[in-house]
Nanobody, 120 residues
Framework: QVQLVESGGGLVQAGGSLRLSCAASGLTLGKYAMGWFRQAPGKEREFVAA????????RYLDSVKGRFTISRDNAGNTVYLQMNILKPEETAVYYC?????????????WGQGTQVTVSS
C-alpha cells in the first residue's frame, strides 16, 4: 500500500521560509517522479514543482522559480520542498504526489496534504 505523508507545514510571515517533507512508503521511490501541488480555498489544485526519479530533471510553476527548490533522497524515501520568500497568496494546502510519468505529467498517488499559511 502506497503512502505519502507530508510534514513541515505551518504558519509563517510573508518573506519567510518553510521546508516541506514527504515520506513515501510502499513504492520504490527511485522509479517515480515526485512533486508538490497546492490548493487554496475556493481554487483548483495547481502544480508547484516536480522532480524526476533520478533527480536529473526538475520543473516548477513559473511563479515559484528562484524561490522554491524541490529535492529528493531516494535512499531515505523522502522528497522535500524548500520554500523561500513566501507570499500570502501562497497560503494553501500543499500535497505531495507520485507518478510513473517522467516529470509527473500524471499523478498516481496523493498524500493527505499539509497546511501552509503565510501571514501578511
Amino acid at each position: 500500500q502506497v503512502q505519502l505523508v507530508e510534514s513541515g507545514g505551518g504558519l509563517v510571515q510573508a518573506g519567510g521560509s518553510l521546508r516541506l517533507s514527504c515520506a513515501a512508503s510502499g513504492l520504490t521511490l527511485g522509479k517515480y517522479a515526485m512533486g508538490w501541488f497546492r490548493q487554496a480555498p475556493g481554487k483548483e489544485r495547481e502544480f508547484v514543482a516536480a522532480i524526476s526519479g533520478s533527480g536529473a530533471i526538475r520543473r516548477y510553476l513559473d511563479s515559484v522559480k528562484g524561490r522554491f527548490t524541490i529535492s529528493r533522497d531516494n535512499a531515505g524515501n523522502t522528497v522535500y520542498l524548500q520554500m523561500n520568500i513566501l507570499k500570502p497568496e501562497e497560503t494553501a494546502v500543499y500535497y505531495c504526489a507520485a507518478g510513473i510519468s517522467t516529470v509527473l505529467q500524471n499523478v498516481d498517488y496523493w498524500g493527505q496534504g499539509t497546511q501552509v499559511t503565510v501571514s501578511s
